[in-house]
């Protein structure tokens, strides 16, 4: 399981505990989140998958399938194009078409993000983050400002940088890579009207250049489908692998 950008390996705790019945999971936290060692300057999408490309090779040792969401699914996507050996099947959850990395700015999410920045300024705790995020984002649940405030509190700093100024996709196309991969894909896509940050065209033109994809578009569910709908993902995950 490889997590979305800022986040860590408990995104999934909301689906680990269905899908440990009958599958050996492994949740990582990506360099530079959560607790996972730092390399500043070095948070882009092929240094991440990189990481995860010798953990497969090292500890896994035989193909693998990935489940990712957002930055943890273009991870995926490069893995499964440039080290096929390690990968059985991936599920792309909300991945992001290469060209957005350089239009971050006009994505919905973006002033969530400086938001993020402008809290983690402060270099405080947990708790000082949580009081942060409560003042600058006042209408969000608080059980998503805490778990966002956990996250954010150990987080490195140069990996939000990274993504605010465009640079975190360097080295990542997805018009190169997905025409490589030979595994089976399913593809979610969250809905762009609830703040999913794959549209309707990215996903067709993604779609048309992988060779085995299965497709499913998750109305209302925003940019975290496995969190706002979970049993329907969770359907749909075992349908794919049911069927496969």
Same mark, same amino acid.
């Given at each position: 399981?490889? *997590?979305?950008?800022?986040?860590?390996?408990? @995104?999934?705790?909301?689906?680990?505990?269905?899908?440990?019945?009958?599958?050996?999971?492994?949740?990582?936290?990506?360099?530079?989140?959560?607790?996972?060692?730092?390399?500043?300057?070095?948070?882009?999408? !092929?240094?991440? @998958?990189?990481?995860?490309?010798?953990?497969?090779?090292?500890?896994?040792?035989?193909?693998?399938?990935?489940?990712?969401?957002?930055?943890? @699914?273009?991870?995926?996507?490069?893995?499964? @194009?440039?080290?096929?050996?390690?990968?059985?099947?991936?599920?792309?959850?909300?991945?992001?078409?290469? *060209?957005?990395?350089?239009?971050?700015?006009?994505?919905?999410?973006?002033?969530?993000?400086?938001?993020?920045?402008?809290?983690?300024?402060?270099?405080?705790?947990?708790?000082?983050?949580?009081?942060?995020?409560? /003042? #600058? /984002?006042?209408?969000?649940?608080?059980?998503?400002?805490?778990?966002?405030?956990?996250?954010?509190?150990?987080?490195? !700093?140069?990996? $939000?940088?990274?993504?605010?100024?465009?640079?975190?996709?360097?080295?990542?196309?997805?018009?190169?890579?997905? !025409?490589?991969?030979?595994?089976?894909? #399913?593809?979610?896509?969250?809905? !762009?009207? /609830?703040?999913? $940050?794959?549209?309707?065209?990215?996903?067709?033109?993604?779609?048309? #250049?992988?060779?085995?994809?299965?497709?499913?578009?998750?109305?209302?569910?925003? *940019?975290?489908?496995?969190?706002?709908?979970?049993?329907?993902?969770?359907?749909?995950?075992?349908?794919?692998?049911?069927?496969?």
């Amino acid at each position: 399981m490889l *997590h979305g950008g800022t986040d860590r390996w408990a @995104a999934f705790e909301s689906v680990i505990p269905a899908l440990s019945e009958e599958w050996h999971i492994y949740a990582l936290d990506f360099r530079g989140h959560g607790k996972s060692g730092r390399v500043p300057g070095a948070y882009r999408i !092929p240094q991440y @998958a990189s990481d995860i490309v010798s953990f497969l090779r090292n500890h896994v040792g035989e193909p693998a399938t990935l489940l990712g969401h957002s930055m943890g @699914a273009d991870s995926s996507l490069w893995i499964a @194009a440039e080290a096929p050996d390690t990968v059985r099947a991936a599920v792309l959850e909300e991945p992001l078409y290469s *060209h957005n990395g350089t239009r971050i700015k006009e994505f919905a999410v973006y002033p969530s993000l400086l938001a993020f920045q402008a809290a983690i300024s402060t270099q405080g705790s947990a708790r000082d983050i949580t009081s942060e995020l409560t /003042r #600058l /984002r006042p209408n969000w649940p608080e059980s998503l400002i805490r778990e966002k405030a956990e996250c954010l509190s150990i987080l490195d !700093p140069d990996v $939000l940088s990274l993504i605010v100024e465009g640079h975190h996709t360097d080295g990542y196309d997805t018009e190169d890579l997905l !025409p490589r991969i030979s595994a089976p894909v #399913l593809m979610i896509q969250g809905d !762009p009207e /609830r703040g999913g $940050l794959l549209n309707d065209s990215e996903a067709q033109r993604m779609q048309s #250049l992988l060779r085995d994809c299965t497709f499913v578009k998750m109305p209302g569910s925003g *940019h975290e489908p496995h969190n706002r709908q979970t049993d329907k993902f969770l359907e749909i995950f075992k349908r794919f692998f049911d069927g496969s």
